[in-house]
């Protein structure tokens, strides 16, 4: 397994991996942005192409198997102090900026995806070790993700790796078709002893 960072070049590969993870939510909101005559999908690759942002390729990283890509990890520092939710925001993202809120300080880990083709092989439990990696360098000093409560097989890796919940929020789903009801928080403490080890080997 190759793990590399993402490239500009990676957009299409980076759109898929992020509407995988969060049950076509991203794929929902272009549309309601680009309108009815939009490329959604172009609008999301022309988002992920840019090198500023936090749904950038800068912030991410990308698992090879057998020189395909296989599984992708997207994550980013997230806000010291929590932020107001500004009047206006889309009721279905309201219940992930309070999630978000309850971890300040944390790398918040938004995107781990594998494709059905390369699960079983070791890419999700790779890039959380990663995104580890990623939070100590950064002296950061938890890392957070949210995961939805039918995601059985990420909520089980999760609580292997030393994931705990915090809390919970029901999902907001508007128009939105998913058959998620909860949005789960979990965070991992950084073990910042650990940055020595890897320094010494």
């Given at each position: 397994?190759?793990?590399?960072?993402?490239?500009?070049?990676?957009?299409?590969?980076?759109?898929?991996?992020?509407?995988?993870?969060?049950?076509?939510?991203?794929?929902?909101?272009?549309?309601?942005?680009?309108?009815?005559?939009?490329?959604?999908?172009?609008?999301?690759?022309?988002?992920?192409?840019?090198?500023?942002?936090?749904?950038?390729?800068?912030?991410?990283?990308?698992?090879?198997?057998?020189?395909?890509?296989?599984?992708?990890?997207?994550?980013?520092?997230?806000?010291?102090?929590?932020?107001?939710?500004?009047?206006?925001?889309?009721e279905?993202?309201?219940?992930?900026?309070?999630?978000e809120?309850?971890?300040?300080?944390?790398?918040?880990?938004?995107?781990?995806?594998?494709?059905?083709?390369?699960?079983?092989?070791?890419?999700?439990?790779?890039?959380?070790?990663?995104?580890?990696?990623?939070?100590?360098?950064?002296?950061?000093?938890?890392?957070?993700?949210?995961?939805?409560?039918?995601?059985?097989?990420?909520?089980?890796?999760?609580?292997?790796?030393?994931?705990?919940?915090?809390?919970?929020?029901?999902?907001?789903?508007?128009?939105w078709?998913?058959d998620?009801?909860?949005?789960?928080?979990?965070?991992?403490?950084?073990?910042?002893?650990?940055?020595?080890?890897?320094?010494?080997?």
């Open positions: 397994m190759l793990i590399r960072e993402a490239l500009a070049s990676d957009a299409d590969h980076l759109v898929r991996f992020i509407n995988m993870a969060a049950d076509d939510l991203p794929l929902h909101f272009w549309r309601k942005s680009v309108g009815p005559d939009g490329d959604p999908w172009a609008y999301g690759r022309e988002r992920a192409a840019r090198d500023q942002g936090n749904f950038s390729y800068s912030n991410a990283w990308i698992a090879e198997l057998d020189g395909e890509v296989a599984a992708c990890l997207l994550g980013y520092p997230g806000e010291v102090e929590p932020c107001t939710i500004e009047p206006g925001t889309p279905i993202f309201i219940p992930l900026l309070e999630l809120a309850l971890a300040p300080g944390s790398w918040y880990l938004n995107v781990l995806a594998t494709h059905e083709r390369s699960r079983g092989r070791g890419c999700g439990r790779a890039l959380l070790a990663k995104a580890e990696e990623v939070a100590r360098h950064l002296a950061l000093p938890s890392i957070s993700l949210i995961a939805a409560d039918t995601h059985a097989d990420a909520l089980r890796l999760y609580a292997s790796g030393g994931y705990r919940e915090v809390a919970r929020r029901p999902v907001a789903k508007g128009d078709l998913v998620a009801s909860e949005w789960i928080l979990f965070v991992k403490p950084v073990d910042p002893a650990a940055l020595n080890s890897e320094a010494a080997t």
